[in-house]
T-cell receptor
C-alpha cells in the first residue's frame, strides 16, 4: 500500500511551457485535492475532486486545470507556466467517511 | 473572510519539555479541526484531529484542546523529542464547506538537545 504518490518529484520549466503533475492513490479514496505551498505559508487549495469525473475550483485555481478520469488518479496541468507558479505542489486524498486528508510527498516546481 | 492562523511562527524548546502550539480560527461554523506535522522536504503528516462536540482529545504524546468560546485550538506535545522538530499546521473545515480544509500558516518547532 503506497498511499499517495506524486510524479515527478522535481521539475524545472521555462516560462510558457506546459506540464502535467500526476497524483495517484491506492486507498480507494473518493476525494482528491491539489494544493500549493509557498515559503512561509500554509497550503492553498488549487482544485479538488469529490469523485471520478468531477472537479471543482479551490482558492487559487487560475492558471491550472485538472482531470479525474480514473478514481485513483488526479492530474494537475499547467498550460502556460509562469514564474508565479514556482512552488511545491501537494496532492491529498481522503475517504468519504472521514475528514482526514492524506498527503503525498510533493512536487517541487521551478518556473524560470 | 474565514481564516485559520497561528499566534507564533516559531517555537524553540528543550528536549524533554512539553510544547504547546496555538492556533486561532475565525469561522464559528467550523466543526472539524486537524493538526499536521511537516518535516523538511516531506508532505504533511496527520497527527490528531478533533470535532467541535469535544473539548479535548489525546493521542500518543499529543493532546489537542479546543476552546470554542474564544475560537482557539492548541496542540500539546509531551516530552518533546528532537524528532518532533518540524512545522506544525492546524486546519479547519465545516459541514457545507465542500469538503475543504483551510490551513493556517504554520509554526516551526525546534527541539534543542
Amino acid at each position: 500500500n503506497a498511499g499517495v504518490t506524486q510524479t515527478p518529484k522535481f521539475r524545472v520549466l521555462k516560462t510558457g511551457q506546459s506540464m502535467t503533475l500526476l497524483c495517484a492513490q491506492d486507498m480507494n479514496h473518493e476525494y482528491m485535492y491539489w494544493y500549493r505551498q509557498d515559503p512561509g505559508m500554509g497550503l492553498r487549495l488549487i482544485h479538488y475532486s469529490v469523485g471520478e469525473g468531477t472537479t471543482a475550483k479551490g482558492e487559487v485555481p487560475d492558471g491550472y486545470n485538472v482531470s479525474r478520469l480514473k478514481k485513483q488518479n488526479f492530474l494537475l496541468g499547467l498550460e502556460s507556466a509562469a514564474p508565479s507558479q514556482t512552488s511545491v505542489y501537494f496532492c491529498a486524498s481522503r475517504p468519504v467517511a472521514t475528514d482526514t486528508q492524506y498527503f503525498g510527498p510533493g512536487t517541487r516546481l521551478t518556473v524560470l | 473572510g474565514e481564516s485559520v492562523g497561528l499566534h507564533l511562527p516559531t517555537l524553540s524548546v528543550q528536549e524533554g519539555d512539553n510544547s504547546i502550539i496555538n492556533c486561532a480560527y475565525s469561522n464559528s461554523a467550523s466543526d472539524y479541526f486537524i493538526w499536521y506535522k511537516q518535516e523538511s522536504g516531506k508532505g504533511p503528516q496527520f497527527i490528531i484531529d478533533i470535532r467541535s462536540n469535544m473539548d479535548k482529545r489525546q493521542g500518543q504524546r499529543v493532546t489537542v484542546l479546543l476552546n470554542k468560546t474564544v475560537k482557539h485550538l492548541s496542540l500539546q506535545i509531551a516530552a518533546t523529542q528532537p524528532g518532533d522538530s518540524a512545522v506544525y499546521f492546524c486546519a479547519e473545515s465545516y459541514q457545507g464547506g465542500s469538503e475543504k480544509l483551510v490551513f493556517g500558516k504554520g509554526t516551526k518547532l525546534t527541539v534543542n538537545p
